[in-house]
């Protein structure tokens, strides 16, 4: 596996670019700064290869990364309401960094702007680990993480997570990259067509908090069974920000679920599959992209990518009636999600 020095952090550590490759000449970037996918290159229907993942134009953005491009989220995914939860009947207050909100977003201090310890294994996978100490950012616990990107011969990138703790817990682990199958410079995804076999959405309210109902999907704006354009959704009014919610796939975790959610671009053909055992997928459509600069040197615009992002569903610590994010001493958190890369016959 390729490893080069990418940039020095803030705290003088050096951060590493790896690059994992397969028989088919895909390519995946990886760098311990956040754990962060950089690059995704895949054929498109000509056979040129096509960057497919937003990221920064300098790399030292990456500790910082303030829209989480490509990033492993934690210690807990999406939003919690009111940045607190009570476990056992002991409140813990976590950072608020969604102030206007009043949300705490993707962990408050995220493990998407630290170093992980990364291991390549052969050329085409990677383990990365963290230990994230009782109290970090308020969470009780020292949570020990891995997560292992594996690039496939059969064009898929698989991310195996798994979490202990040594005291009662909360974890939901997810990862942050922004797709647009045009290429990332592109700047649009009109003409992007997606799918998913979600039978529900979890309601948020208009600071995005949850709200603890779950609503179907049928014959509203949110069935995206048949497929939706991108342009549809855009024009949609009863989508004022488009997509930026969580789509209910299961109701627990752990059964592996294939093609939960499938995307195409009728321009370059390029397509992309989610396999997942999580219960919900976050289906983020760009909204709050504000002009970052991306690695062309083109400022990324408002819908210019996609995320789908596997995961517990938002506020889980204070809905009972959600997939619980609950971990205790000898358990073991475990989460499975594989992205299938291809063409359009």
């Known amino acids: 596996m390729k490893q080069e020095k990418f940039f020095v952090s803030s705290k003088g550590e050096n951060v590493s670019l790896y690059t994992l490759t397969n028989k088919n000449g895909i390519q995946v970037k990886i760098t311990d700064m956040g754990g962060a ?29 303030g829209p989480f491009f490509g990033a492993l989220i934690g210690r807990v995914a999406n939003r919690i309401t009111g940045g607190s939860f009570t476990l056992d009947g ?38 990365l680990t963290i230990v994230s100490p009782d ?37 939901n682990l997810t990862n942050h990259a922004y797709f647009n199958l ?7 995804c009109l003409d992007h067509e997606i799918w998913s076999t979600a039978y529900g959405h979890t309601e948020v309210d208009g600071n995005l908090a949850a709200t603890g109902k779950t609503l179907p999907v049928a014959n509203s704006p949110f069935d995206l069974t048949k497929g939706r354009t991108f342009k549809s959704i855009y024009e ?45 997928v976050q289906f983020y459509m760009g909204y709050w992209l ?35 994010p609950r971990l205790e001493p000898g358990q073991v958190y475990e989460h499975h999600t594989v992205y299938h890369f291809g063409v359009e016959k």
């Open 37 to 65: 996918i950089v690059n995704i290159l895949v054929p498109d229907k000509n056979g040129k290869m096509t960057d497919i993942v937003l990221g920064h134009h300098d790399p030292k953005e990456y500790e910082p990364n």
């Open 90 to 127: 002991k409140k813990y207050q976590l950072i608020l960094n969604e102030p206007d909100k009043g949300n705490t977003l993707h962990g408050g201090d995220s493990y998407g702007r630290r170093m992980w310890k990364a291991t390549p294994i052969g050329d085409s996978a990677l383990k």
């Open 135 to 171: 109290g970090d950012a308020g969470f009780p616990g020292k949570l020990e993480a891995e997560a292992i990107y594996t690039l496939t011969d059969d064009n898929a990138l698989k991310i195996d997570y798994r979490a202990t703790t040594d005291k009662t817990t909360v974890v």
């Open 182 to 188: 045009n290429g990332e410079a592109a700047n649009e």
């Open 236 to 280: 949609d009014k009863a989508l004022p920000i488009a997509f930026d919610d969580n789509f209910v796939i299961a109701e627990k975790p752990g059964k592996m679920q294939t093609g939960v959610f499938m995307a195409v671009s009728h321009r370059t053909g390029i397509t992309l599959s989610v396999d997942t055992d999580q219960p919900g």
């Open 290 to 324: 504000n002009g970052e600069v991306g690695k062309n040197g083109v400022p990324y615009k408002r819908f210019g990518a996609f995320c789908l992002e596997t995961q517990l569903w938002p506020d889980s610590p204070n809905q009972p009636s959600f997939p619980s």
